[in-house]
């Protein structure tokens, strides 16, 4: 674990209750890329996901997965971050600002 730590900072991990497998979720995709890169988790072959989707609430996000063997672990690795919506109407931006300068 302490490899784990000093390469990245996964915001949450996990031991499965199999006893041979890890989950490990990282704040952004660009953080869980970048422990890929330095566990030298980068075999082409490995099988990774990426995936976009809105939540109910309509706010759009991106997702990657990623499920290497590490250290004799299964790891499933994951992150999620929130991707912008779309630019609201000049007019909305407009009246919104009023709405904040009246307070």
Known sequence: MAELLLLADPKHFQTNTDGVSLAFDFDSIADLRSWLHL????????LT???TGTTD???PYRTMYAYPTWHGWEI?????EYTSGP???PATVDRLSALAVEG
């Open 76 to 80: 499933y690795a994951y992150a999620k």
């Open 39 to 46: 566990a030298g988790l980068t075999d082409p072959d490995m």
């Open 87 to 89: 630019a609201l109407a």
């Open 49 to 51: 996901a990426e995936r």
């Open 57 to 59: 609430d309509g706010r």
